[in-house]
């Protein structure tokens, strides 16, 4: 069982910027990634990073987000630049059990979820 603990979310306007950190019990192996969901839509991929530090994007955070990962203190995180109202939604932290496709696939353990919301 893996425990995921996000934090960072919040409130900030158009331009800004967000730092959001998801520590895990443990990341070795695992393919890690940011979620976001607004309620009424489906949960969509952020962006997933695998255990040889691949990142991938959505094309709509393409060059704005940065994930990274510090696999010695368990902690995953998505640097947040130039933020956009559209970017407002519920962020969550997931643990997959592999990377296919070109992304994390068979997405097991996630976060509680962080709260990001973007004003104009």
């Known amino acids: 069982q893996v425990q995921l603990a996000e934090s960072g979310g919040g409130s900030v306007q158009a331009g800004g910027s967000l730092r959001l950190s998801c520590e895990a019990s443990?990341?070795?192996?695992?393919?890690m990634g940011w979620f976001r969901q607004v309620p009424g839509k489906e949960r969509e991929a952020v962006a997933n990073?695998?255990?040889?530090?691949?990142?991938v994007y959505a094309d709509s955070v393409e060059g704005r987000f940065t994930i990274s990962q510090d696999l010695a203190r368990n902690i995953l995180t998505l640097q947040m630049d130039a933020l956009r109202p559209e970017d407002t939604a519920m962020y969550y932290c997931?643990?997959?059990?592999?990377?296919?496709?070109?992304?994390?696939?068979?997405?097991?353990?996630w976060g509680q979820g962080t709260q990001v919301t973007v004003s104009s």
């Open positions: 997931a643990a997959a059990l592999e990377w296919r496709g070109g992304r994390c696939a068979e997405l097991k353990y």
């Open positions: 443990e990341m070795a192996g695992y393919c």
């Open positions: 990073i695998d255990s040889w530090n691949r990142p």
